[in-house]
Structure formats: C-alpha cells, structure tokens
C-alpha cells in the first residue's frame, strides 16, 4: 500500500526511515535499552523495541515543532479533558509517519510479523467511552492540521476496567496498562507543580486593595508526562501532557522516627491515591470527594502550566485571550473557571474586571450530555473545605452574574432563582454547567439537535441572555485510524480508485458516488467487507471459539450500556425474530449475526443485568437448533478501541438506537458509517446529519422523533402497547417466563418491572413495533445483494461530513480563533 519511492530515497536514509535503519536501531533498542538478547526476548519487547524505533523518528519533529511554536508567538489551543481514549499509537504513529511499508519490511527480514507485534501494544484506556474517544481523534486531527494544540489530562495508573465475563455476568477487573511500560511517555521532572488543597483563606489589605491568601494547605505535586502526537504526514508533533500525583513529601520523618511506619507513609498514599484510577462512571454523575479532587488537581496542574508558558514571552496580559485558547471537555474541567480567575487576582494581582474578561475570552465549553443524572453539581461544602478560596470566587461569580440578570430582568426574582450558579435545597450544590457558561465566551453542543436541546432544555435562561454565545459542532472521527489503519483493504480500494486524497480531506469520499451504480465495483466492494467479516470471525474464533459465519448479515450494537442506548430494545426485537423462527411457519429471512459489546459502570445494577440477559438470551438461541442457523447472538467481552477497530470494518448494519432526545451525538454511527455499514436508527444524535447526508433511501430511521418522544413523557402506556400487539406480548411473556434463565428463577424481574410497572422511561415498547418493521426492511434489503451494495457505497460516498477534522476547522474558525502553523520539516513518505 504505501509507495516509499516517492520520497528521495536520500531523505528516507537521512531520516532513518528506510528498512536498514529500523533494522539496526531495532536491534539496538533490544539490546541496549532492555539488555534482551534473541533467545531472552519476549514478543512484548520485540514491540517495545520497535515503538522506541518509532518513538526515535518522532523526537526530532517534535522537538522542530515545538520550536516553531515557541518562536512563532503561536496561539494554542489547550484541550483540556479528564478522558483521553487513545488505545493503541505504534500503529497509527507509523502510519503517519509514512512508514508503514518500511517497518513491515524490516521485521520482516528479522523474521517477525509486523502486524503480530504491533497488536502487542495495550490499549491506552484512559477514558469511558465517547466523550473520550473525541478528544483522542481531535488531538490527532489538530496535528493533522498543524494547529499548535496541547492535550492536558490526567495519567491514571489504572484506566476503564477490563470486563470480564463470568456465568454471563460482567465482572470488573482493575486494568494495569502501565505493567508493560509505557514507551510513548517521557516525564518532565522539570515541570513538577505544587497544587493546594483544603486549608484556609486569609484576607489582608495592600494599598488600599483587598489580598487573599490560601494558606495552611496539604500540597500534591503535579508531575508531568508528555506523549506525542503526530499528525498525518509527520509535519507537526503536538503534546498530550498528563499529569501524575506525587507526594509533596515523601514521609513523615517525626512519624518514621517513632517507628510508625504506615503513619509515615500515610501522606505519600492518600497525594498518590489522587491520580490511581480513572472514574469509570458514564453518564451518572456520583458526586464523590476523589473525583472532586481529580477534577481540581488538574485544572490546576494545567492552567499554572499554560500560564507559565504564556510568561515565557513577557507580554502583557491582555494578550492571554490572543495566545490560548482553552476547550473545557464537559464540566470535568469547569473549575478552570474559578481557577484561572484565582491565578489572576491573587497571584497576579489584577482586578475582579479585568480578569473575568480575559477569563471569558480564553476560556470555552463543551456539552455531551442532556441527562439530568450527568450533570455536574458539587456541594457547596465539600467545595468550601476542599477549595476554600474556590468557593469565595464562584459566590463573587454569581454575585455579580445575578445582579446583571437582575438589571436585564428587573423584578423577575423566579427567574434569578432559576438562573443562580448555586442550586438552594436540602443540600446548597454548586451547578458546573452553567458556571462553565456564564465563565466563557462559546458553548457548544456535539450535533445539531443536542445544541437545539441544549439551549431549550438544559439552559433556556442563559441562551436568552448570551445567544451570541451558544453554537453547535458536530462530532466527527479521525479517517486515519477508522480507515486507514482499522481498515486497510477497504482503504486500498478506495485509494485505487479515486486516489488518497481523502485520507486528509474525507469529503473527496464523494467522488465514489457514481461508483455505487458500477456492478463491478460493487463486486469488489463487497469482497473487502466479506473479508473484513472473515477476518473479524477468525479473531473471534481463535480467542472465543465462536464459529461465527461470514455470509450472515452482522449487525452490530457497539457502545456503553446505558438504559437509554436501549440495548433492551434490540433484545426484544430479538425475541420477536426468536419466536417468528420457532413458529410453525418460519419466516424466510437472511441469516444474521448480531453483535454485542459494551461496559456497564459497575454500579449501574440495571446495565449489568441487560448484560447478564443478552448472554441468557444468546446462550438459549445459539444452541436452538430452530433457530441457531438463521440467528445468532455474540456479546464480545471488554469493549474498547482495539476491539472497535476490528468491529467497525465487519459490520454490515449499525444499530443506533437510543430513545430520540437522549444520546448528544454518537460517534460510533460515524465509524460504522465510514466503513460501509447501513444504519438503522431513531432520529437522534448525528444519526439524523448522518440521514441528511446519505438521503432517507439509504438509511433505516425509526421510532419517535424527540418532540414525540418528550410529549409520551408521563402519558406512554406500556401496558396498552403489552396488550395490544400481540407478538410483541408474546416476546415479553417469553423473556420473562424463565425460559433463559431456568436455574436462575426472577432474575430478570427488574427490567420486567421497568418495562411494564415503572413506565418504560425510555420508549422501549413505543419504539418496538416500529423498530420490529424496519428490520424487516432491512432483511428484504440484504436479500438483494447489489441493492445493498449500492446502498453500503453510497454511506461510505457520504461520510465526509463525519471527519473530526472537519470538526477540528469549525472549532478552529468559529471558537478558538486560531489557523495552522506550517511546519518546516522534509517530508515524509506519501501513501
Ligand atoms: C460524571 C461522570 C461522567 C463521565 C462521562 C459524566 C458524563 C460522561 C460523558 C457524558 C460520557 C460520554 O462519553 N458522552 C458521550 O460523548 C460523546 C462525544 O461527544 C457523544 O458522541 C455521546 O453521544 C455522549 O454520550
């Protein structure tokens, strides 16, 4: 695939890029860095070695970069997200680094398997799900790009637990991902930050001015480590810098001195305990103390940090806003707010006005979700004895916040009730998401109907007083390594046929679209994705020893589980298909494989039980010999990037089906969508860009739409639905009549409860009848090999849209005010 030619073989020597090179230096780093020799060497440090290689080639670009950066007075843009989901970088590095044929070559020649050794690599999970996918994408498109852009974030020693599945139930083990050592981290000792907590505040006068002084604190260092990221074509190396806990002393000698040992230590524990796992809560919000302190240590951390380097060039500070420009990922980062006003008044010593307007200016906000249970509030008194200083700031924030409410709206007091930063009740509890409006200059949602519902739902009052500040971007995902790399042969025929444009600009993807009416490039198509199915059942054979076939329909179910994702809902379309196949008269339809996977927050009791019933359900089917030819049921255990890799290029039907309203964008849809799968879907999120894009004919939407499914709020009657639809009765009498779970007796009670007695939250029943039909649709379709064909090209025709570095640009333009900067650097080899 690639065509190193093309760049003077001189170059390619100069830079070590060529075969020969990564031949000797491999073995070097094998040596020499880890003292292995041939006999003691382990395939783990076979790709250590080669990541070191990789990690060598980068430096050199980094180091021009940041260079350039710095001598250039750029303005940067700081993503600040307390969830990064990389997963794996020897893969993608090499990709952009062009050298992917010449890598594969040198091991080659020593005898080894490229592909094997770069699989060897553990997966960087520092993140939940979507939100922190997104920001891994942007960074890669920002170097993409070449927009000077830092990533800051956390280093958890432990990320997303690894699931395991044991008797169909999921069981979370701790995942050590740095066990192997992490070659893509150089610490930065240099750069440790001390950051405050708890204590108290003094307040004095100087010249006239009030001073406040946060004192008798316990400090934490910050200790940073920094991971490259390159961009496609190896022109920038941005940084994604994350911080660590370290113990501002290392123990107590008093306590040492008198024999009490773990005394001695306790300190060190509790700083490190900071930084020792990521939350792994998605979308309910738990209000923890720890998470609390996560969540202020780096915004600290990184504000001191962005602010240092700002100093570095001795401007005055009404620059700042012209130098940094800086993403708050969800209210995660929100205390940047209170934080970087803090930074100014009593570090720097400017006034309240002053500060608050440069606050606003460098500072923005991204929203990812509606649902009420996610959204941040803190409680004024964990606040006020964590953060002492932090809680005077936010009240002196809503002072004046509600005395301009109270100007523009005189007399209103309901509305100042409704508007204040602090939420009155049984506990005071500060509210994140409004302190992160009102504290910067744009706010965004992540597709065009979450933005609409943001503004109507979420913050009325704000969008009426600031409607210059609200905006809409649309998520979009990086064609690097949804594509290219996640997807080599599709990759090759699209390059083949309308070259590798597309590979930094997706919209040239349309240049397909005639291709769609062309029956022999639907042949070829079609050959990429049954192989791309073949090799994605022969992986699942090898580790599972499922025998799953590549001439089924796979229909794949990929994300968190979340009752609003409502995975429930595609279980009872399930039982639907399950009794029509075990009916005296069977329908007719294509076999089809339908692929689950997914975490459940190991304290969400209702998204583990669907887990446990997905595995009862498909455990009953597959052995069913009524139906196990026409219907199987796989649940592939500990989703992650790695697997949505392999899962993304085989699917044949993207199932996006969360109750309209509830899901803020979904990027997975785009993934599936990039690769050639068809969606069926409700009109939600980016599935309704997606629909806009590829036309209503090439797309299955479904169920309710948003206005619909708010106005069933209180009035839906599953009941009626039960009653009413009589296979959709006999699918539930099914699930709940212990036929899937014989030796396990009412286990399945709850979501029979939620279903049928609670009101069926989220729209299961209404949807179901309507989802039923279009899947129905979606068989007779896939009967019709060429029409589906036709269709799956004309998806990949219209994915352009969905690029994050279309996202990137919008972002660039419309809220961080920045453009790209060209870097000198000799090119590396093209694709
Ligand atoms: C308080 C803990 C917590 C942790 C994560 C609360 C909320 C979250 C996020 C909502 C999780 C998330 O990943 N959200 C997803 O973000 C994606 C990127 O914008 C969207 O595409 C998904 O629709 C949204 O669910």
């Given at each position: 695939m690639l065509e190193a030619a093309k760049t003077p073989a001189a170059v390619v020597c100069q830079q070590g890029l060529d075969p020969e090179s990564i031949k000797a230096h491999f073995a070097d780093h094998l040596k020499h860095t880890l003292a292995r020799d041939h006999y003691t060497a382990t395939p783990h440090d076979r790709y250590l070695a080669l990541a070191m290689v990789v990690r060598d080639r980068l430096v050199e670009r980094w180091i021009k970069t940041q260079e350039t950066h710095h001598d250039r007075h750029v303005k940067r843009v700081y993503y600040l997200s307390l969830e990064y989901l990389t997963g794996r970088s020897l893969g993608n590095n090499v990709i952009n680094l062009g050298i992917e044929a010449a890598v594969e070559k040198a091991m080659a020649d020593l005898g080894l398997n490229w592909v094997d050794l770069r699989d060897e690599e553990l997966d960087a999970g520092l993140g939940n799900a979507g939100l922190g996918r997104l920001a891994a994408c942007f960074l890669e498109s920002l170097a993409t790009m070449q927009v000077p852009a830092m990533g800051y974030g956390?280093?958890?020693?432990?990320?997303?637990?690894?699931?395991?599945?044991?008797?169909?139930?999921?069981?979370?083990?701790?995942?050590?991902?740095?066990?192997?050592?992490?070659?893509?981290?150089?610490?930065?000792?240099d750069y440790l930050i001390p950051v405050q907590f708890e204590g108290r505040v003094e307040t004095g006068r100087e010249g006239g001015r009030l001073t406040f002084r946060w004192v008798d604190t316990r400090d934490v260092l910050g200790m940073p480590y920094d991971i490259p990221v390159v961009g496609y074509g190896g022109q920038t190396v941005n940084t994604l810098r994350l911080w660590s806990a370290r113990a501002a002393q290392e123990f107590d000698l008093q306590d040492f001195d008198q024999g009490d040992y773990v005394a001695a230590v306790h300190s060190k524990v509790m700083a490190e305990n900071l930084t020792k796992v990521l939350y792994p809560a998605d979308a309910v919000y738990a209000g923890r103390e720890l998470r609390l302190r996560q969540e202020y240590f780096f915004v600290a951390c990184s504000l001191f940090d962005i602010l240092r380097r700002f100093k570095v060039d001795r401007e005055g500070w009404s620059e700042l806003p012209h130098r940094i420009a800086v993403q708050m990922n969800e209210t995660h980062a929100a205390l940047a707010v209170p934080e970087l006003m803090r930074l100014l008044v009593d570090r720097e010593g400017m006034g309240?006005?002053?500060?608050?307007?440069?606050?606003?200016?460098?500072?923005?906000?991204?929203?990812?979700?509606?649902?009420?249970?996610?959204?941040?509030?803190?409680?004024?008194?964990?606040?006020?004895?964590?953060?002492?200083?932090?809680?005077?700031?936010?009240?002196?924030?809503?002072?004046?916040?509600?005395?301009?409410?109270?100007?523009?709206?005189?007399?209103?007091?309901?509305?100042?009730?409704?508007m204040s930063l602090i939420e009155e009740g049984a506990v005071r509890q500060v509210r994140m998401a409004p302190l992160a409006i009102v504290g910067s200059h744009a706010t965004n949602g992540v597709s065009a109907i979450h933005s609409r519902l943001l503004k109507a739902s979420v913050a009325p009052d704000l969008a009426e007083m600031y409607p210059g500040r609200f905006c809409s971007v649309t998520n979009g995902v990086t064609q690097r390594r949804w594509l290219l790399k996640a997807n080599p042969a599709l990759a090759d025929l699209i390059t083949k046929t309308i070259g590798s444009g597309w590979i930094t600009d997706l919209r040239q993807l349309a240049r397909l679209t005639p291709l769609a009416e062309d029956a022999a490039f639907r042949q070829r198509f079609m050959a990429v994705k049954r192989q791309a199915k073949t090799v994605l059942a022969d992986y699942l054979r090898a580790k599972y020893g499922w025998k799953i076939d590549p001439d089924t329909l796979y229909s794949v179910l990929v994300k968190r589980i979340h009752e609003y994702k409502r995975q429930l809902l595609a279980v009872l379309g399930l039982m639907i298909r399950y009794n029509r196949l075990r009916s005296k008269a069977p329908p007719d339809v294509p076999p089809r494989t339908l692929v689950f996977a997914g975490k459940a927050a190991p304290n969400y009791t209702m998204a583990k039980l669907i887990i446990k019933l997905i595995h009862n359900v498909a455990s009953v089917i597959n052995n069913d010999p009524a139906a196990a030819r026409l219907l199987r049921v796989h649940f592939v255990p500990n989703y992650r990037v790695s697997l949505a890799e392999r899962i993304m290029a085989a699917a044949d039907l993207s199932e996006q089906i969360s109750t309209a309203g509830t899901e803020a964008s979904g990027t997975g849809c785009m993934k599936l969508m990039l690769n050639g799968a068809l969606t069926?879907?409700?009109?939600?999120?980016?599935?309704?860009?997606?629909?806009?894009?590829?036309?209503?004919?090439?797309?299955?939407?479904?169920?309710?739409?948003?206005?619909?499914?708010?106005?069933?709020?209180?009035?839906?009657?599953p009941q009626s639905v039960y009653r009413q639809d009589a296979e959709i009765r006999e699918a539930l009498d099914l699930m709940f009549s212990g036929h899937f779970n014989p030796q396990e007796p009412g286990i399945f009670a709850p979501l029979r409860a939620a279903l049928l007695d609670q009101g069926d939250r989220f729209l299961c029943l209404a949807d179901l009848r309507s989802y039923v039909d279009t899947q129905d649709r979606v068989d007779a379709l896939y009967r019709d090999p060429h029409a589906w064909a036709r269709k799956a090209i004309l998806n990949v025709a219209h994915s352009g849209r969905f690029s994050s570095d279309r996202a990137i640009g919008e972002y660039a333009r419309e809220i961080w005010h920045v453009g790209p900067c060209p870097i000198e650097m000799d090119p590396v080899p093209k694709m």
């Open positions: 956390l280093r958890y020693d432990y990320g997303i637990f690894r699931q395991h599945i044991q008797n169909g139930w999921q069981v979370e083990q701790p995942d050590d991902w740095l066990r192997g050592g992490h070659p893509w981290e150089i610490p930065r000792p309240w006005e002053a500060a608050w307007d440069l606050v606003v200016r460098s500072l923005s906000y991204t929203n990812h979700t509606l649902m009420p249970e996610a959204l941040e509030r803190w409680p004024v008194d964990m606040i006020e004895r964590i953060l002492p200083r932090h809680l005077q700031i936010i009240y002196e924030i809503n002072r004046r916040f509600l005395k301009l409410v109270a100007d523009r709206y005189p007399g209103d007091l309901e509305r100042q009730c409704r069926i879907g409700t009109l939600d999120g980016a599935n309704i860009e997606i629909a806009d894009e590829v036309g209503p004919d090439n797309i299955f939407i479904f169920g309710l739409t948003a206005e619909q499914a708010s106005a069933q709020a209180g009035r839906h009657d």
